[in-house]
């Protein structure tokens, strides 16, 4: 996460909370200096039921929102700097004038800063692999096809 020329007020820790498919995620602490490295992987599993055509994944997947926070430990719950919002079909399978068809291509996205944050808007730059796999249920056991 890169922030050009800011300089945070308090000097505690900062983490990236991470919440897609229902589930939330997080890096470990880093300094409070920009730039800021996470170098994590973050895995997120699941598993859609009753889901026969990709098409109609896709457009479960729109209903759905994909959630990043930018969050400094500070007492007494820790403080969010910045958020991202975007629905999940766009954050995992992303328009691809901006993937070029790679798999795990950098990305780049403006974070939206919080009314308590000074300075310009975090920029973050990360990857997604997505992986879309079928699988059969038979006898209360799963089997990949």
Do not use: W
Request: proline fraction near 7%.
């Amino acid at each position: 996460i890169t922030c050009p020329g800011v300089l945070l007020k308090d000097k505690q820790e900062l983490y990236l909370n991470v919440f897609v498919l229902g589930q939330y995620g997080k890096t470990e602490c880093v300094p409070a200096v920009f730039p800021l490295f996470f170098q994590e992987r973050l895995v997120f599993e699941k598993e859609f039921a009753n889901i026969v055509d990709p098409g109609d994944l896709a457009k479960l997947l729109e209903f759905d929102t994909a959630v990043l926070e930018l969050i400094q430990l500070v007492p007494p719950v820790g403080k969010v700097l910045a958020t991202y919002e975007e629905n999940t079909r766009d954050f995992l399978f992303p328009d691809p004038k901006l993937a070029h068809g790679r798999r795990g291509l950098e990305r780049e996205i403006l974070m939206k800063r919080s009314p308590s944050f000074t300075g310009i808007a975090p920029k973050l730059r990360f990857s997604t692999i997505s992986i879309i796999s079928d699988s059969l249920l038979s006898l209360g056991r799963s089997h990949i096809q």
